[in-house]
Structures are given as C-alpha cells and as structure tokens.
C-alpha cells in the first residue's frame, strides 16, 4: 500500500470518529487503560502511532495497551488468532545522500516513512500475563491539586496567571491565561487546559517556530488547535492524567474536519509536531525524568 493510501486510511478513521462526535485522542487512552500504546518490550510508541492506535483499540475494544508484529510474537513463542486484523505503525527515518546545490555537491538527509503491521495483544494467544494486563491509571478526585503535575507545569518555565472566563496563550506577551482552578468541573479538565495552552506557548518564535500569526478560522489556525489538541493528549497520557473534553470541544471539531478532509497528510503532520511539542515541555524539566523513551 502507497504512503499516500495509508494517509487517507488513517485519516478516514479518525475523521469518522471525529464526525461521530468522538475524539480517539482524548478516549482511546482510557479505554486501554491508560497511557501511550506500547511496543512488544514496553516502549510506548511516539507520534502518528501513538494516534492511530488509540484510535484502532478504542474502535476494536481492546484492554491491552501493548501492539506487536506478527514476528515478535512468533519469537515470544506465542499465535496470532486466527482471522486477527493487524493495524498500520509507522517508522520515520532518514537516509543521507549527495545532491547538487548551487553548483556543488552537499549532502541532504532525505526523510521517508516506512509502513509495517502490528497486532493488538488482545489477538494473540500465549503471552504472558503482562500483555493482557490493563495499566493502572492514577485517578484523581474532582478539585484535588497533583503536587507532581503542578511542579512539572512549573519546571516548564512558562508565564500562567489566573482569571477571567477564558484560557488562552496570548503571543504577543507570550503568557498564558488559565481560569481558577477551582472554576473547572474537575482537576483533570484543569490540567488538560494547561497541557493544551503549553502545546501553544511550545510554538512561540523563540522556542519550536512552529506558530505563524494565524488567524481565527482560518485553516492555519484549525491546524494549530489540532497540533495542540493532540499534544495535550500525549501530554495527559504521559503524566497518568484522564483527558476530558474541553467546552468548546464541539466547535472544534468542525475545523478539525475539514482540516483533515483538505489534506490527508494534515493528520500525520500535526502528529508529528504535538509529539516534538510534548517531547520540548518534557525536556525543559530539571533532568528530564518524565521524558518519553524514544
């Protein structure tokens, strides 16, 4: 299969449960558990697979959080189940070679991105029990502060003031503006706020460059909210946090929609750029101990 069919595959799963009012990065996470999805050794996955298979687990009701090829699970001495569908991971690399520039010879690195299959441990017999076992996820009461997630927003650096009805990064001043915490339904809505305006305030000129002054509406600005959408999902999942809608979810999703339906590849992009966001805020962490393994 062409990477351009696998773009538009991926993409129309997530753009029919987006159009069913179901956002796959906020709920499949929970579905299984809790976390990222998992390698065959227990490394979570990263970027656009760390979207597709929530998605595919949460479509499928999987409970497992772990995925493996069909080799791996031969060389653990275990089946996959007869009539088991496998689903798409992705590995993004690159290979250096020799171009002409202006004349002269330089060398360039060349991105590609290789497709393989992958099963769900759900649909392979003979594992051991810790495939089959569902993560604990740390579960916290509504109005209840996390001393860790608080230091680690913290040790972002980011300037967070409090009030008023709206959560917003403000670039010019390059702040962030959260309501009370006690004003949210619950402290994971809180905490999946903050994560969603840190995505942002990582896009600033002076940190990823990732913002360009796009306006409201505008597919620019559609695309940004997706890559902070996504972001905070991986971030929330990261620090064992249960992502909740936020209140204008709804109207998101409209522009989400059609940025994905304008350009397939949109989808694997804003992963890729929510998984460096992520990858940035946990860096900026004194030792980097909540980081991600790559």
Not at 18 to 25: C, Q, S, T, Y
Not at 84 to 108: L, W
Not at 159 to 165: E, F, V
Request: hydrophobic share 40%.
């Amino acid at each position: 299969m062409s990477n351009q069919a696998i773009y538009k595959e991926v993409t129309a799963r997530i753009v029919a449960m987006l159009e069913a009012g179901v956002r796959p990065w906020a709920q499949g996470w929970q579905a299984q558990g809790g976390g990222r999805p998992l390698r065959h050794d227990g490394t979570p996955y990263r970027g656009m697979n760390v979207l597709n298979l929530w998605a595919a687990g949460m479509q499928r009701g999987f409970s497992s959080a772990r995925w493996m090829t069909y080799q791996q699970a031969q060389a653990l001495g275990a089946q996959v189940k007869k009539g088991a569908k496998s689903e798409a991971a992705f590995f993004v690399g690159a290979i250096k070679r020799t171009v002409e520039s202006n004349g002269q010879e330089v060398e360039a690195s060349i991105p590609f991105l290789k497709t393989y299959r992958v099963f769900n441990c759900d649909e392979i017999e003979g594992l051991s029990a810790e495939y089959y076992a569902r993560p604990v996820v740390v579960r916290i009461d509504d109005g209840q502060r996390l001393a860790a997630v608080d230091t680690w927003i913290a040790g972002t650096g980011a300037n967070i003031s409090h009030g008023g009805g709206r959560a917003f990064y403000a670039p010019s001043s390059d702040t962030i503006r959260l309501p009370e915490f006690s004003s949210f339904v619950s402290a994971e809505a809180y905490y999946g706020t903050a994560a969603h305006e840190l995505v942002h305030w990582s896009g600033a000129a002076k940190r990823l460059d990732r913002i360009k002054g796009s306006i409201f509406g505008s597919p620019d600005y559609a695309f940004e909210e997706l890559v902070a959408e996504l972001g905070a999902a991986y971030l929330c999942a990261d620090l064992a946090i249960t992502s909740e809608p936020r209140e204008d979810h709804a109207s998101y999703i409209a522009s989400w929609l059609k940025a994905l339906r304008d350009d397939p590849r949109n989808l694997f992009r804003a992963a890729a750029y929510a998984e460096k966001a992520a990858g940035y805020l946990h860096g900026l962490q004194e030792g980097a101990s909540l980081a991600v393994a790559a």
